[in-house]
């Protein structure tokens, strides 16, 4: 009887052990990464992103097109609640540019979840919208959950995807009382 080569064992494919294996390296490299990390180390990386989280809202609320557009990467994807997914930087641009700078916009942020994994880092927070129309007076209110996901950059954090959403545990008044 003959062996045919794919039957061999000297022949056959490890791959699947060795992807477990791989994995369970990479697990043990991250977890003993964060074990060495000393507590306030990892409070620096979770304020650090936090601070990032703030400025999308104060760009926003300066009506500061071009500095909100630095805190993106070029291919990022924003996602907004009953709006068609933005693709790219140029996307946008073009969709934050018709309506920044038409209403006086007052955000309040509530910040549930703050991570950091190497060169990559993610923002989960609860956020009031309140935008008064400077031609009409008209008050627009919107109240919601979004997620920010970020990557390192140039030695930067920039946002790759920004999605938000309509939530019912998240309505209005905001807890600071902006009403």
């Known amino acids: 009887m003959t062996i045919s080569p794919q039957a061999s ?37 979770a304020s650090e992103i936090e601070a990032e989280g703030g400025k999308w809202a ?30 790219g930087i140029d996307a946008i641009r073009e969709y934050f540019s018709a ?32 935008a008064t129309d400077k031609q009409t007076g008209k008050v627009y209110k919107d109240a919601g959950r979004s997620l920010l996901v970020y990557k390192k950059q140039n030695g930067q954090w920039k946002i790759a995807a920004d999605i938000d959403q309509a939530t019912p545990d998240v309505t209005w008044p905001a807890p600071s009382g902006l009403d």
Do not use: C
């Not at 104060?58 to 990467?73: H, I, K, P």
């Open 58 to 87: 104060n760009f926003y609320e300066q009506e500061d097109l071009e500095g909100l557009m630095t805190l993106y990467v070029d291919d990022a994807i924003v996602a907004l609640h009953g709006q068609p997914a933005l693709f």
């Open 99 to 130: 309506r920044i700078g038409k209403a006086e916009s007052v955000f309040e942020l509530d910040y549930e979840l703050r991570e950091t994994h190497g060169e990559i880092a993610y923002i989960i927070s609860k956020y009031w919208l309140k």
């Open 9 to 45: 064992p000297r022949k056959r494919n490890h791959w699947p052990l060795q992807a477990v294996n791989l994995r369970a390296l990479v697990s043990l490299i991250l977890a003993t990464a964060l074990a060495v990390l000393s507590p306030s180390s990892r409070a620096d990386f």
